[in-house]
């Protein structure tokens, strides 16, 4: 979400004993965990109390392999469906009524590379694909703020 910072002109900060980065500043609250992604829930109820924000207002944005490389994709609400780091978001909160924007990141053709295919950086062939999805999910995330998560959902679909 650094691209959404930086078109609105914001910077991240780290608050003192917290474990995210930060931009606590006019109506985009923007954060960035900087605990394993695993453990990434943990700082969700201290920075919501710290934005004055509810539930419904949280956006996550993560990869996903079921997703091919470069797909983006919005969902309203929904499971950790074995995503280790949405699972601790979901645990942290108690409840999986949050807005998720998804980067696909397709699925390695070998089930035993999955760790090495989520932290690796991807081909050079690939990159493009990433650079528009993030200017995608960035647009995305930036359009919540002033349309409701269908309308946002629709704009998505034209766009792919």
Not at 7 to 30: D, H, I, M
Request: hydrophobic share 40%.
């Amino acid at each position: 979400m650094r691209r959404l910072v930086l078109r609105r002109n914001l910077s991240l900060r780290k608050p003192f004993l917290r474990s995210y980065l930060w931009t606590g500043r006019g109506e985009c609250v923007a954060a960035l965990p900087l605990t394993y992604m695993n453990r990434s829930g943990s700082v969700i109820p201290s920075l919501m109390r710290a934005a004055r924000a509810e539930i419904g207002d949280l956006v996550v944005v993560c990869d996903n392999m079921d997703l091919p490389p470069g797909a983006v994709r919005l969902k309203r609400r929904g499971t950790s469906r074995s995503h280790n780091g949405l699972a601790s978001v979901v645990d942290a909160l108690g409840s999986g009524e949050f807005i998720r924007i998804y980067v696909g990141i397709g699925r390695p053709d070998d089930a035993s590379r999955v760790v090495e295919h989520v932290l690796s950086i991807p081909p050079d062939s690939e990159r493009p694909l990433y650079e528009r999805a993030f200017e995608i999910a960035a647009d995305a995330a930036g359009a919540l703020l002033n349309h409701d998560v269908d309308t946002v959902m629709n704009m998505l679909s034209e766009r792919q």
